[in-house]
């Protein structure tokens, strides 16, 4: 059972300091469920080992040396009610870069690291662990250290890059500020988009401490990182209701399959009830039975899962690595690791270069639903005993595939402008769209526009050389395209006041809601992290304005910066195409 929250303090008051915060702190995951019976009680725990049962290791974070604040989301520390002075305290930047050895009580001077299974696209993977066994893989660097009830909510806090933890595979639990700012800027930016997510608090970085990683030379065409280089170490705070993963939930469900050890079932359903508890206690009665409670917690899974990749595919939004420690089991962005957001649109656009065509831009739901199969089969010990509900959770994985389809095409026919779902014009404007080589984010805000003809959508046309044979020919295709959708949207129209009006202020207004000007480009990233590298965080917050209005028109100055077409030469260049690790 997760302990009831704290007394709140009245909703309108500003959370000024640490000690405001503090009293808002419930460890509902570290009293709730079993800790590992090898840790120890001191947090130091920072070398590799096997973990064989327990659902977390006590782990004290190690303090990032130096700390200097970068910047903190304005926007999240709202929300929370938090005093924007809060971030640049003495008190609140030692906790989040990583020293908690001197937190005002309630809160806890040791923090927790979790470990989880992988599995690849449906296939269950050991290797990966040190050991091959599967008992080391885990938080190799993430480390949960406060859970706090704010306004009635439950978020978690988790320091990304907070040093060695059991699972740190023999690394050095530090993340970089390259990698940190991709994370911390993508994170409200999906946010902005409408998309669920884990959000961005706060991002401090070491002014002494550096570690080195393989990465790019500049101007790289190899695929592979060429080079080894020191990069400053930082810390970015991200926030959830939870951090559960499928991974995690399939780690306690295959110990259970095995029976890997007395109290493997008993740890399995803690789990699966805890994140019940956490994610799903608004839909799923705490009455019911615990058959009950799995199946609707599949069902409502497989709802915000296959909604949650219909965003992404909407905003152009790529995983890159979404295997299932990626996938949380809340139903939300997760982990902003080898990430990339869409410029020239292809169906196969991926900017791991490990991530391979199985996990591209539009092959996500088929991922989503692999991730999916092996939620599933992490539940099914728990209904082994009752056959009628084992055929029930059968149904509903056999079923992600249709519920999907249609996710996508309310998806597609919302981008659109559509009242349903016209599979013969979208497929032209796909087959239409790659032949041309059009800029994805570029081209559906000009098509919100509902232009007069096809002038507006050129500004999204890179080209390549099938447009370049016969111009004339595709852009009376494009016209001919561009009648047929408007012909298609005035026969759809059921609003006789919205057909009238077809001149298109209401269905332009609508498009843009769903269609993004601004888009978090990498090339956009890469000289914002080198900035901050030097001392120089201006054009990183610059950014992280801009980003989280991404459906507003903004000045002719931020347009003409950061609407426009990514310049050819980018598209080779390792480190901004495309990368091998994240760091």
Same mark, same amino acid.
């Given at each position: 059972?997760? #302990?009831?929250?704290?007394?709140?303090?009245?909703? &309108?008051?500003?959370?000024?300091?640490?000690?405001?915060?503090?009293? *808002?702190?419930?460890?509902?995951?570290?009293?709730?469920?079993?800790?590992?019976?090898?840790?120890?009680?001191?947090?130091?725990?920072?070398?590799?080992?096997?973990?064989?049962?327990?659902?977390?290791?006590?782990?004290?974070?190690?303090?990032?040396?130096?700390?200097?604040?970068?910047?903190?989301?304005?926007?999240?520390?709202?929300?929370?009610?938090?005093?924007?002075?809060?971030?640049?305290?003495?008190?609140?930047?030692?906790?989040?870069?990583?020293?908690?050895?001197?937190?005002?009580?309630?809160?806890?001077?040791?923090?927790?690291?979790?470990?989880?299974?992988?599995?690849?696209?449906?296939?269950?993977?050991?290797?990966?662990?040190?050991?091959?066994?599967?008992?080391?893989?885990?938080?190799?660097?993430?480390?949960?250290?406060?859970?706090?009830?704010?306004?009635?909510?439950?978020?978690?806090?988790?320091?990304?890059?907070?040093?060695?933890?059991?699972?740190?595979?023999?690394? /050095?639990?530090?993340?970089?500020? $390259?990698?940190?700012?991709?994370?911390?800027?993508?994170?409200?930016?999906?946010?902005?988009?409408?998309?669920?997510?884990?959000?961005?608090?706060?991002?401090?970085?070491?002014?002494?401490?550096?570690?080195?990683?393989?990465?790019?030379?500049?101007?790289?065409?190899?695929?592979?990182?060429?080079?080894? +280089?020191?990069?400053?170490?930082?810390?970015?705070? $991200?926030?959830?209701? @939870?951090?559960?993963?499928?991974?995690?939930?399939?780690?306690?469900?295959?110990?259970?399959?095995?029976?890997?050890?007395?109290?493997?079932?008993?740890? *399995?359903?803690?789990?699966?009830?805890?994140?019940?508890?956490?994610?799903?206690?608004?839909?799923?009665?705490?009455?019911?039975?615990?058959?009950?409670?799995?199946?609707?917690?599949?069902?409502?899974?497989?709802? $915000?899962?296959?909604?949650?990749?219909?965003?992404? %595919?909407?905003?152009?939004?790529?995983?890159?690595?979404?295997?299932? /420690?990626? !996938?949380?089991?809340?139903?939300?962005?997760?982990?902003?690791?080898?990430?990339?957001?869409?410029?020239?649109?292809?169906?196969?656009?991926?900017?791991?270069?490990?991530?391979?065509?199985?996990?591209?831009?539009?092959?996500?739901?088929?991922?989503?639903?692999?991730?999916?199969?092996?939620? !599933?089969?992490?539940?099914?010990?728990?209904?082994? @005993?009752?056959?009628?509900? =084992?055929?029930?959770?059968?149904?509903?994985?056999?079923?992600?595939?249709?519920?999907?389809?249609?996710?996508?095409?309310?998806?597609?026919?919302?981008?659109?402008?559509?009242? +349903?779902?016209?599979?013969?014009?979208?497929?032209? =404007?796909?087959?239409?769209?790659?032949?041309?080589?059009?800029?994805?984010?570029?081209?559906?805000?000009?098509?919100?526009?509902?232009?007069?003809? +096809?002038?507006?959508?050129?500004?999204?046309?890179?080209? #390549?050389?099938?447009?370049?044979?016969?111009?004339?020919?595709?852009?009376?295709?494009?016209?001919?395209?561009?009648?047929?959708?408007?012909? %298609?949207?005035?026969?759809?129209?059921?609003?006789?006041?919205?057909?009238?009006?077809?001149?298109?202020?209401?269905?332009?207004?609508?498009?843009?809601?769903?269609?993004?000007?601004?888009?978090?480009?990498?090339?956009?990233?890469?000289?914002?992290?080198?900035?901050?590298?030097?001392?120089?965080?201006?054009?990183?917050?610059?950014?992280?304005?801009? &980003?989280?209005?991404?459906?507003?028109?903004?000045?002719?100055?931020?347009?003409?910066?950061?609407?426009?077409?990514?310049?050819?030469?980018?598209?080779?260049?390792?480190?901004?195409?495309?990368?091998?690790?994240?760091?």
């Amino acid at each position: 059972m997760i #302990n009831r929250p704290p007394q709140q303090t009245n909703s &309108m008051e500003t959370i000024s300091n640490l000690d405001n915060l503090a009293k *808002l702190a419930s460890y509902s995951y570290m009293d709730s469920l079993n800790a590992d019976p090898d840790a120890t009680s001191n947090g130091a725990d920072h070398y590799p080992r096997q973990v064989f049962s327990g659902h977390f290791v006590p782990v004290s974070p190690t303090p990032l040396e130096n700390p200097e604040y970068v910047s903190h989301s304005k926007n999240l520390f709202r929300e929370l009610g938090f005093a924007d002075s809060m971030a640049q305290s003495t008190d609140f930047m030692r906790v989040f870069s990583a020293d908690l050895t001197n937190v005002p009580e309630p809160m806890r001077k040791i923090g927790w690291a979790t470990g989880y299974a992988l599995s690849i696209y449906g296939t269950e993977y050991k290797q990966q662990c040190p050991f091959q066994t599967g008992n080391g893989y885990g938080d190799g660097r993430a480390i949960s250290v406060l859970e706090a009830v704010v306004k009635g909510h439950r978020w978690e806090m988790q320091l990304k890059g907070g040093g060695r933890t059991p699972y740190c595979r023999g690394a /050095d639990g530090r993340a970089v500020l $390259r990698s940190s700012v991709r994370e911390f800027l993508a994170q409200e930016h999906m946010h902005a988009l409408g998309v669920p997510t884990s959000r961005s608090l706060s991002l401090y970085v070491s002014k002494t401490e550096k570690v080195r990683r393989p990465w790019y030379s500049e101007g790289s065409r190899s695929m592979d990182p060429d080079m080894v +280089i020191s990069e400053p170490a930082a810390i970015s705070t $991200r926030v959830a209701p @939870s951090f559960i993963r499928v991974g995690q939930i399939e780690l306690f469900g295959r110990r259970a399959r095995s029976n890997e050890h007395p109290r493997a079932m008993e740890e *399995l359903e803690q789990i699966v009830l805890h994140l019940i508890n956490r994610e799903y206690g608004d839909v799923i009665e705490q009455s019911l039975s615990t058959p009950e409670k799995v199946l609707l917690l599949a069902s409502e899974f497989r709802s $915000r899962l296959t909604s949650l990749v219909a965003n992404w %595919i909407r905003v152009g939004y790529c995983q890159g690595n979404f295997n299932s /420690d990626n !996938c949380a089991a809340g139903g939300f962005t997760l982990d902003y690791g080898p990430f990339g957001f869409c410029d020239m649109f292809d169906p196969y656009f991926q900017s791991w270069t490990g991530g391979g065509q199985h996990f591209a831009f539009l092959n996500q739901p088929v991922a989503a639903e692999k991730n999916f199969q092996m939620f !599933c089969t992490a539940l099914r010990p728990l209904l082994t @005993s009752h056959q009628d509900t =084992l055929q029930e959770l059968d149904e509903i994985q056999s079923n992600f595939a249709s519920v999907m389809q249609v996710q996508m095409e309310k998806m597609w026919a919302a981008k659109l402008g559509l009242d +349903i779902f016209n599979e013969e014009l979208f497929s032209e =404007l796909v087959s239409l769209m790659m032949q041309t080589s059009v800029d994805y984010t570029i081209f559906f805000r000009e098509l919100s526009s509902v232009p007069d003809d +096809i002038g507006p959508l050129q500004k999204s046309f890179y080209k #390549n050389p099938t447009y370049n044979k016969a111009p004339e020919e595709m852009n009376n295709r494009w016209s001919e395209w561009l009648t047929k959708w408007k012909a %298609i949207i005035k026969a759809n129209t059921t609003d006789t006041d919205v057909a009238q009006a077809f001149s298109h202020d209401e269905l332009s207004r609508k498009m843009k809601l769903v269609n993004p000007k601004y888009s978090l480009r990498e090339w956009f990233v890469v000289p914002a992290y080198q900035q901050a590298a030097a001392g120089d965080y201006s054009l990183l917050r610059e950014l992280q304005e801009i &980003m989280t209005k991404p459906y507003e028109e903004q000045s002719k100055q931020v347009e003409d910066k950061y609407y426009r077409l990514k310049a050819p030469e980018l598209f080779e260049v390792g480190g901004v195409a495309y990368y091998s690790c994240s760091s």
